[in-house]
């Protein structure tokens, strides 16, 4: 082959140096420039992890752009210089190639990825890596809702509440091991390192805030974990992003048309005080001092979200809108003629512990099962389910 | 160096065989014919493709549900049609591409294997109909990539007829790449060393390689999919001691592979493409021949960047390492082309077009392939638009602008009829822009919080999705601007010289279309595939037109004065 030594950078194609230089500016500044674009495309840096990852981006971007306005300058460089003119029918020059820069087209990339190799491990370290003093959450998936678990011990009682003046089992409860508080959305407060343990009920789900610019994938039949750290305090959608099924689109915070979040936010206090008296210490009053009639415990119940109904099924009174299952607004009347010979109380208790016994028509079989035994999935006691049946038949049309 | 440098005087032009629907519609085992059901059937797959992209679009002009009656409905759009882009479009596309090229381009008279080439041609049609028939028992729900338990144990008869849809699609993958190798290793002509080949051999090469060494896997996990699914293991079920991440895993060991069996032969027509109508030999052929080859190779390594939000944490920095590694010899290949393209004398044939238009459009895929590859940022916009973005510039803006280019630069070939060069330009313009319209704004909506396949979506990101949608309406409609123009040159077209292009590969030295038996006699290659521009290729490319007819560009010391030839067909 005629292997010809010639550059055609500088021979031949009668481009000054003043020339190159300018161009290699212009390519430099250009990258810097559409890297400065960053903030403005990612959400607003609400975490420690994303002032580290929009920083890494940026820089990714501004070498990304030069690269890209380096070829797209020399592409339309030599579309324009190097165009046939008409009736121009002899070739280009019979350049086959050019050792010296083939060798610097394949040293610099690789000097770049090598520098954009060691600047993403540095990151991840520092990102992933455990932090002193976790606050530590528990996230279950399930089609299609989050619900997340506080653990509530001997010494994260309410102000003013003590040992004693709890029930006998609840005390028992909380001082072995604890109560688990549960919530359908994840709250925190400014500056508090957070880790969550995650499992799925199902198929896999992945965890993503990105405000917070953290994704973690739950896998069935493991635990997985995911760590930030908030820095602002306000509210963040949390978002479902690996396919679960029909209601994938459905698994994040929403808000509906009266201003309020709906499903799964991630809510960051402005301080730990903030947090409990906002938050937790409500939700652990109510487990701590269940309410006697258990139509109102079962408000207390399916408010909290610790099952995930309200993902699927619309209830006016807790401002459920889901669209997936039956209405169960004044579900009692229906219920009660559903089977012949069976009243309401037991429809409903068999079409939570077998869902597919009975189907409204024009609905699937989606709902998991809910089970009375501790250790299998989706367990529900049956002091649950009687509190929760009790409410539901109290549920009217609005 | 060879001195053989006219070697085609005394060649005669013959009249090629024209092909109508009964040679289409038959058994046979012409590899050119063969080639050509390959191509018809893979573009009819991807007219089935597109209108379900379409209807995709139309879905989310909208942040809620409005055409599909529910999620489900949705999930199965998106499954298929990315199933049907890549296994029933692209890869056979590309095997029509490498089938009716490859004997032609080595001077051979048909395939290694020429029966074999014809069954596992025809294990497609079956193939893409069983896929399509799952809308009646339940179409597959769980995406192209069909994650259990989603794909195991909650998704409905349609993934099975799925799964066994691409082993069969598989199967003919495999036959096709073993015949590509045996070819390439068995029947080149004389004097055609492995670095004599044409680049789009190599690529063909590479490709099978890949092919024959990835597919097994996929069969492998296909299996075991089906098994659960139809018999009751519990492979993937870890409520009975199975993985999910076992699916992951071989899946991805092929279907990140599968990216470079979609690619790579993308490549080898963008070589000869941009080296034939720039008018200049390509610039470094053994890098490029031999990028492929790193390709190849270094893409087995990379495949659980697929799975960097799933995959242990401490596993995910060595695969980011291997995953930037591959970014260097594709880099090289771009800026070999961008070498080419200096100092040339570029004629802006609708082929020429879609190469240039490949070459803008893939660096932008190429770029944010990089940024993927850098585990903490791809934690962010892992499974988001940000990646349905980036997908759509490799395979789209790469892959398909390949294929169009390929069409526009062999269709005289293939069919004795020239495009219409107006209707070319104007197809490549309204694909361009309405394809950077269609994806480059889904960059934003990954990187803003929209994550992938959802058909409702918070409201803040509907006026950009109306954007995407629209624009994809148009890229929709840009595909008839080609089959229109296919339509009327097959009808009346100018008729196309044996080499209108004065290229020196050898599938040009031969009447268009060529003979049965490709060539009368043993055709001898120019010595060197990319030797534009010296005197010896000149002559060489004179004494084809002195036998076979002037080119669309003849040279001013061609042996006969010849009207310029128009631009756009008679």
Redesign the interface.
Known sequence: ??LSTRS?GSA??GISPIWVVAAGLAIIFGGLLIGSFAPA???PQASA?SR??DA??RF??AI?GS??LL??G??VY??IR???KP????????????TT??FV??II??II?TV??LY??S??NS??SIKPNEQTVGAVGARYAWTFNYQLDARALPSGVTLDQLEPNIRAAVENGGLTLSSTQLHTWVNQPVAVSMNTQ???H?F?I??M?????L????T?EIRFTPIEAGVY?I????????????M?G?VDVNGNLVGAWLIVHESEDAFRSEFFDPLARAALFPPEDPVERGRQILASGVYPCASCHVVDDLGWNGA?GPNLNNVGSRAATRVAGESAEEYLRISIRMPGAYLVPGYNNLMPQFNAEPGQPNYMPDDDLDAIIAYLLTLKTS | MATISVPLIGGRAVEGKRFGISDILRWTVDHKVIGIQYMLTASFFFIVGGALAMLIRWELLTPTLDIMADGQQYNQLFSIHGTVMIFLWIVPMMAGFGNYLLPLMLGAKDMAFPWLNAFAFWLIPPAGILMLMGWFVGQAEAGWTSYPPLSTLYSLDGQTLWAMSLHLLGLSSILGAVNFIVTIKNMRPVGMGYFQMPLFVWAILATSIIILMATPFLAGALTLLILDRVVGTQFFNPAQGGDVLLWQNVFWFYSHPAVYIMVLPAFGILSEVLSVHARKPIFGYRAIALSSLAIALVGFTVWAHHMFTSLTPELRIPFMITSMIIAVPTGIKVFSWLGTLFMGKIRFTSAMLFGLGFLSMFVIGGISGVMLASVPYNIHVHDTYFVVSHLHFVLYGGSVFGIYAGLYHWFPKISGRMLDERLGRLHFIVTYISFFFTFFPQHILGMSGMPRRVAVYAPEYQSLNVVVSIASFILGISTFILIWNVIVSLRAGKRASANPWRALTLEWATSSPPPVTNFIGDPVPYRNPYGYGSESANAYLNALESAYGPSEHPSPDAPKAIKPAPAAGD
Do not use: Y
Request: a negative charge; one cysteine or more.
């Open positions: 082959m005629n055609p031949g194609s495309i990612l959400p992890e580290q990852i890494l981006f990714m971007l990304g690269i890209f070829v797209q020399m592409l030599s579309v190097f165009r046939a009736g121009d029918a002899s070739d280009g020059a019979p350049i086959h190639g050019n820069l083939e087209w394949t990339p690789a990825v954009l190799a993403s491990v990151v991840w990102t992933h199902d198929v896999n992945a993503w990105p405000g610019r953290v994704k973690q994938d896998l069935a039949g493991r997985t959608r978002v479902c992003a690996e396919l679960c099924g029909s209601g994938h689109g459905n994040a929403s997936v």
